[in-house]
């Protein structure tokens, strides 16, 4: 029995990782030249900006400025909310779900909040939102869903997480939380879904539309012990 819905936001409410990703490339190109970073972000899909750059130093072998993740993080969120859109269908969607609704994410918690206001989805979160600021390891690690069911007074495996990354898919599962995918937002590659489904990822929804059907579908039970 599911009686909690709880989201992402990159991806899954707002379309933001091809804008953080460009910001990551820009600034990582002009702060060092001649280092071709496309490959490295393409790959921070899902990852905790903090990790990401860490992981990019020591694959690069450069030394990171000691302000680089505080002038990322700031040029992500004013960029995003200049220009960030939200996910095509989400808040009818969100307004068809019965269940209460939180998000958790692994973006700074400004960053968050902004987002859910540049959706128009603050009065249906509240402030029930989550950030991996908030607990000691992000995502793929469970800490950060952990940490919001206890803020929410409910059962992880009462829960029911959208999420559109593997890492968030992971955390979501080791938490002990019911998941479904959401492959549709614009940085979503060909072929992605098919990945899932080799992993046994069974929820896969490519529209917003198709969620209030499957929230139902959790509530009324019918999906028993599988997480996924």
Known sequence: MIDHLICDCDGVLVDSEVI?????????????????????????FGQQTSRFLADVAARFNLTLPDDFLETIEHRCEAAIAESVSPINGVRDALHKVTLPAAVVSNSRITRVHA??????LDTIFGERIFSAEQVARPKPY???????????????????????????????????????????????????????REMGITRIMAHMEELPALVEAGVRGEFGDVQS
């Open 142 to 196: 469970p800490d950060v869903y952990l940490h919001a069911a206890r803020q929410l007074g409910v059962e992880p495996a009462r829960c029911v997480v959208v999420e559109d990354s593997i890492s968030g898919l992971n955390a979501a599962r080791a938490a002990g939380m019911k998941t479904i995918a959401f492959v549709g937002a614009s940085h979503i590659p060909s072929g992605y879904a098919d990945v899932l």
């Open 115 to 120: 987002s859910v206001r540049r959706a128009g």
């Open 20 to 44: 953080a990703d460009r910001v990551l490339f820009e600034t990582l190109s002009s702060t060092f030249p001649g280092i071709d970073f496309h490959a490295a972000v393409n790959a921070a």
